[in-house]
């Protein structure tokens, strides 16, 4: 069939992990909705959470299913998707396909077939351009310590940053499963049709006309995304099952007053170890506000049942004053909740980004990838957060121990007196034109449609 004969169709093929899977799942929906024709590549193990999360509303999209069948590492095991991938590119000529960073061969795979590759990073346009400017510069090698803070060079708003921050892989060139990866990424997203970012232009005007403008990259910011999860059973639906019924966690905030409530999260990898955990549930209850705590961690994982993770008769001193959700928690439903007044986030841009939709200041609490660039935009830029103190970065991704007082502060600083109103008036304003940026005419909705009109002109 001729080229032009051809319905508009696009390709998503998200990294299969969680935090690279929701936005590509939103994506999804974003694109039903604008009457493109789309389908989610990914794996028998991946399809049940992209059918959860569109079946709540009709969209024209679909999933093909792409199966592995031996593991090696995880990273590796990524490599044996190529020639599935090409297998379903030739068959079905979709229009573009968007492709995560992590697949890099992704490039080389669509232009076998004339079909124009884009990247998704899933980050913001401030991470993207400061990690170039980091690891083109390396400042950090102009620091006498790794607690010396070095301003990020040729880079707009003297950022600041310590060595300790900068990812391992970046200061001492540190070869793992992930160094190849990142390498190669970067190298196939010059030679990629663009980049597709889950951000939108009044959050950061001045890192996106930096990355388009003097990184000179083509790119196209398409977000917030999560917000095209329009009413509670779509934000529900959101990731994995969750750990606590819906209802049962709007029941508990309905009782609660405006803005009286911390979210506090840390996203589908940090794992703090016990230590940390108990200073974390004593600098909640010493900051006396009421909280909604996630916890990546069972009751199930403990020794004999017992969670030594928590202060002894925790629970029953803060029932109806904090709740515990072990697992997975309905995120953005609870952000959206007129109780919640604050968040503890460990800065990965998912839940940077929600939050900020919700008009949430933010305690920042950053562990590993790209999550202290992140953390910088937060405190720096948009000044509607405050760091809880994290330092280092951590590969293994168990961070470094915050103290009970810290974590008091930091919670009582987004919650309480004047500095929080401040903040939180500024984070009001942003989730205004976060809504205002996808609807039609908005700074998002237009360059979606931009995008599109380019692709369809080129077919």
Not at 63 to 76: L, M, P, R, T
Not at 218 to 241: F, M, Q, T, V
Not at 255 to 271: D, E, I, L, M, T
Request: proline share 5%; net charge neutral.
């Amino acid at each position: 069939m001729a080229s032009q004969n051809r319905p508009f169709h696009v390709f998503l093929f998200p990294f299969m992990a969680h935090g690279h899977m929701i936005p590509v799942s939103d994506m999804a929906k974003l694109l039903a909705a604008q009457g493109v024709k789309t389908t989610i590549i990914t794996t028998p193990l991946n399809a049940p959470i992209f059918s959860k999360a569109t079946r709540s509303r009709k969209t024209n999209s679909g999933g093909i299913e792409i199966e592995i069948k031996s593991w090696n590492s995880f990273f590796k095991a990524a490599g044996l998707l190529q020639e599935p991938l090409e297998r379903l590119l030739l068959e079905y000529q979709p229009t573009c396909l968007v492709a995560d960073m992590f697949f890099s061969w992704a490039t080389d795979a669509a232009a076998k077939f004339g079909i124009p590759r884009l990247i998704f990073h899933g980050t913001s346009f401030f991470s993207l351009a400061a990690s170039d400017c980091v690891k083109r510069y390396e400042p950090f090698k102009n620091t006498s310590s790794d607690s010396e803070p070095f301003v990020i060079p040729n880079f707009p708003g003297e950022i600041k940053m310590t060595r300790a921050q900068v990812p391992d892989f970046v200061k001492y060139n540190i070869e793992n499963d992930l160094t190849p990866l990142i390498e190669q990424a970067k190298e196939a997203e010059v030679r990629s049709y663009g980049i597709v970012v889950n951000s939108f232009y009044e959050l950061e005007p001045v890192y996106a006309d930096y990355f388009r403008k003097v990184l000179g990259r083509k790119a196209w910011h398409i977000g917030p995304l999560s917000p095209c999860n329009r009413d509670n059973e779509e934000k529900a639906y959101i990731g994995k099952e969750a750990s606590i019924d819906e209802h049962e966690c709007l029941k508990w905030l309905d009782s609660k007053k405006p803005n009286s409530v911390v979210y506090v999260c840390f996203g589908s990898v940090a794992k703090f170890n016990n230590s940390q955990l108990k200073e974390i549930a004593i600098g909640l209850e010493a900051s006396g506000v009421e909280f909604i705590w996630v916890v990546r961690k069972g009751k199930d994982d403990c020794d004999m049942g017992k969670e030594d993770w928590l202060p002894e008769g925790f629970e029953e001193m803060m029932e109806g004053k904090g709740l515990i959700i072990r697992g997975w928690a309905p995120q953005v439903l609870i952000l959206d909740h007129v109780a919640v007044g604050g968040f503890v986030t460990h800065c990965g841009w998912n839940s940077t980004l929600e939050g900020i939709a919700a008009g949430l200041p933010l305690v920042t609490w950053p562990v590993s990838a790209e999550q202290f660039y992140n953390e910088k935009l937060v405190t720096q830029v948009l000044k509607i957060g405050v760091g809880v103190g994290a330092q280092k970065w951590w590969i293994k991704v168990v961070g470094d121990i915050v103290k009970r007082e810290a974590i008091e502060k930091a919670v009582t600083r987004i919650m309480v007196g004047e500095e929080a109103e401040e903040m939180r008036s500024r984070a009001k304003g942003l989730a205004k034109q976060a809504r205002r940026a996808i609807e039609k005419g908005g700074s998002s909705h237009s360059d979606l449609n931009a995008l599109i009109e380019e692709l369809s002109s080129q077919r």
